[in-house]
């Protein structure tokens, strides 16, 4: 049963629960599960527990037509791992001035990390991503990401999307905060899947679509088996020298980047399927906030 985080349509505060044959089941008030920072609190075997105990109880229901589902975050940092897939290397490689950082970084013991965004940079299913104005070559990265509770452990998974400028990127590898981190940079959604709903971590499949009206102007697919990295080893080297008390997300490096003349345009959506979890969609606009 996945962890959702919705908002009723009649306005109410987002809360979590869990979907359960097409309806959304809320977590009582009092058991401490209400929120992201709640949750996170938690042991994955408490939170595997408590929603096995809940199953066809008699916690309240709302249909799915009733809310929006927005993303699972409320108080984490989001974090990033880079060039965890050859392909993602080899396209940093083409895009760089500075060709050897990337090929140097795929085979460190060291991964590459990095602050993706904090929860006003983020948005959920249905949310609108953005491109930069002063960017003029802009992709989706479709990854796997992990939801770590405070204690450092793995309780769930989910999709991310790490929104980045290749142009910017690309002219100095220095200029990488300014091509990952902005307003509407990344997405989180639509649900949190438990481990034992997604079997092995390692082999999931994930699929990316973007369309332009209603066209699909790029298709791509990749498998988590295709990276150079083990995840426990990515969530090792982050909680190296840093702790979250309220849990973390952490996207774990993208495997699909579409050829080097596609950029995203306003418009565009952005789907992101991977198997176990589900679909997080995403419309494009230009990002708007100072001209
Ligand atoms: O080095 C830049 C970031 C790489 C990245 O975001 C990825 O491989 O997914
Ligand atoms: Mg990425």
């Given at each position: 049963m996945p962890i959702v985080r919705y908002r009723p349509l009649d306005n109410g505060h987002p809360r979590l629960g869990w979907l359960e044959d097409g309806q959304i089941r809320a977590f009582p008030d009092?058991?401490?599960?209400?929120t992201p920072r709640q949750l996170l609190q938690h042991s994955l075997d408490e939170i595997t527990g408590v929603v096995r105990s809940l199953r066809d109880s008699t916690a309240k229901s709302i249909p799915l037509a009733e809310v929006a589902l927005v993303a699972p975050i409320d108080a984490q940092e989001v974090w990033a791992a880079g060039v965890t897939y050859k392909r993602s290397r080899d396209a940093r490689m083409e895009e760089s001035?500075?060709?050897?950082v990337y090929d140097r970084i795929y085979d460190a013991e060291r991964p590459e990390l990095f602050l993706k965004g904090t929860p006003r940079r983020i948005v959920g299913p249905g949310g609108t991503i953005t491109i930069r104005r002063d960017s003029t070559w802009d992709v989706p990265e479709p990854e796997l990401t992990l939801v770590i509770n405070r204690h450092g452990e793995v309780i769930g998974y989910t999709v991310g999307n790490d929104v980045s400028s290749r142009s910017i990127e690309g002219e100095n590898p220095l200029y990488l905060p300014q091509a990952k981190i902005y307003t509407g940079s990344g997405a989180l959604g639509p649900v949190v899947a438990l481990p034992d709903e997604i079997?092995?971590?390692?082999?999931l499949d994930i699929e990316l679509v973007i369309e332009r009206d209603d066209v699909a102007v790029f298709e791509g697919a990749t498998s988590?088996?295709?990276?150079?990295?083990s995840l426990d080893d990515l969530a090792d080297w982050l909680h190296r020298g840093n702790s979250f008390p309220d849990g973390v997300f952490l996207m774990t490096g993208t495997g699909i980047v579409p050829p080097d003349d596609f950029s995203l345009q306003d418009g565009d959506v952005v789907r992101i399927a991977i198997a176990g979890i589900g679909t997080l969609t995403n419309r494009v606009a230009v990002l708007n906030v100072r001209t």
């Open positions: 009092d058991a401490g599960y209400a001035s500075e060709r050897s079997g092995a971590p390692q082999s988590t088996a295709e990276m150079h990295r």
